[in-house]
């Protein structure tokens, strides 16, 4: 909802509410009902679902690899893997 609204508010002839629909995916109305909304999620609740969004980018990122890898060793690339790596073979 802020992603909306700031770019709203940067430049309204460049992002009118049916572009902004259709970049996030929701409908017109919900996008000037947004627009229209005062609501804002308290500062703290904020940055704890910023923490969580991160780490969960970070788990995926880390599930990519892994699956990366085991793909490469099921072709019968012989992969280098440091001790102190993180990933694991399945």
């Known amino acids: ?3 909306i609204r700031e ?3 940067a430049d309204p002839d460049k992002y009118p509410t049916w572009v902004l ?3 996030f995916t929701i409908s017109p109305e919900a996008v000037r009902r947004i627009l229209k ?4 999620m308290p ?6 679902k910023i923490m969580k969004e ?3 980018r970070i ?3 880390k599930k ?3 699956d990366e890898m085991h793909q490469m060793v099921r072709a019968g690339i012989k992969l280098k893997v440091h001790p102190d790596d993180e990933l694991r073979l399945k």
């Not at 500062?43 to 704890?48: G, L, Q, R, S």
């Open 54 to 56: 991160r780490m969960r």
């Open 43 to 48: 500062e703290d609740k904020t940055e704890e």
């Open 7 to 9: 770019l709203y508010k």
């Open 59 to 61: 788990e995926r990122r």
């Open 64 to 66: 990519m690899m892994e």
């Open 37 to 40: 909304s005062k609501w804002r």
């Open 1 to 3: 909802m802020d992603g």
């Open 21 to 23: 629909a259709q970049r």
